[in-house]
């Protein structure tokens, strides 16, 4: 699914007399509202979505699969998202 997609998805959700435009300015919005958050290291609680963060990971020792080489990795910030028991339950019945 596709920022396009999702734009689509809202107009269908909101219904008449909300433009693409706009529907699109409120996603970009929010999409930019949760990026500054993230970058300031804050958590983005979405209740029955999930939450998205930012997590330390360990500088480390790793190896070039192609030479066998030892490499060292180092500390970095990656995001990360935690799905709500709702949306993991929600797409569990679907699979099935």
Request: charged share 35%.
């Amino acid at each position: 699914m596709t920022k396009a997609d999702l734009v689509e998805e809202v107009m269908e959700v909101i219904g008449p007399g909300v433009t693409k435009k706009d529907c699109a300015l409120i996603l970009e919005g929010f999409l930019s509202a949760a990026k500054r958050g993230l970058e300031k290291g804050e958590a983005i609680e979405i209740r029955g979505f999930g939450t998205l963060a930012v997590r330390k990971r360990k500088g480390r020792m790793a190896r070039n699969p192609r030479t066998g080489e030892a490499v060292e990795v180092p500390a970095r910030s990656v995001p990360v998202f935690k799905p709500s028991k709702h949306l993991r339950s929600q797409i569990e019945r679907k699979v099935r």
